[in-house]
């Protein structure tokens, strides 16, 4: 199935949005080098009127007016079924929330996957429709994030927590 790219501005710097027939697969930062995070997206045809990036486009639009905690949009994600459950439970995370990366192991089953978590949680090919922003330390520390740190703290600001620590959901 063919890709689709477009590419829409948003407060933390370009973001390109990335769909496969009915899915969106991928939102990518744009590093400050202008290279993509992920190699390739700029051989992606530019479609700014497929439908799946016209919705995706609107509703980050809306997220970061303040107007949108929740993303209802068809998503595809490849990777293993490791992958697949973590990045599905961090879809539960609520907005405005956080939790470590033992938490989400501990809720896939086994605190002890709390590395292998981290190393999903940075493969997450949609950022901040699934949000992977929200995962911390264990401490409350803000730690690796693909878009770089300063982006995740701008993203858990706009998102408001009055506390990091106090806006744990576990």
Same mark, same amino acid.
């Given at each position: 199935?063919?890709? !689709? ?6 407060? +933390?710097?370009?973001?390109? #949005? +990335? %769909? ?23 051989? +992606? ?59 989400? %192991?501990?809720? #896939? ?18 950022? +901040? ?5 929200? !995962? ?25 927590? %009055? ?8």
């Amino acid at each position: 199935m063919e890709r !689709v790219r477009c590419q829409v501005a948003s407060p +933390i710097d370009p973001l390109t #949005l +990335i %769909a496969e027939g009915d899915a969106l697969v991928g939102v990518r930062f744009a590093d400050g080098s202008g290279r993509r995070w992920f190699r390739g997206d700029q051989e +992606i045809e530019i479609d700014d009127a497929h439908p799946v990036l016209v919705r995706a486009r609107q509703q980050l639009g809306e997220y970061f007016a303040g107007a949108r905690e929740e993303f209802d949009l068809p998503l595809e994600t490849a990777g293993d079924e490791f992958r697949r459950r973590v990045w599905a439970e961090l879809r539960h995370i609520p907005y405005g929330r956080t939790v470590s990366y033992g938490d989400v %192991a501990a809720r #896939l089953g086994d605190r002890r996957l709390a590395q292998s978590v981290g190393q999903a949680v940075g493969a997450n090919p949609l950022a +901040i429709v699934i949000p992977c922003h929200r !995962v911390v330390g264990s401490d409350g520390s803000l730690t690796g994030f693909g878009g770089g740190l300063d982006r995740k703290r701008f993203l858990l600001e706009l998102e408001e927590p %009055a506390d990091l620590a106090a806006a744990r959901l576990f």
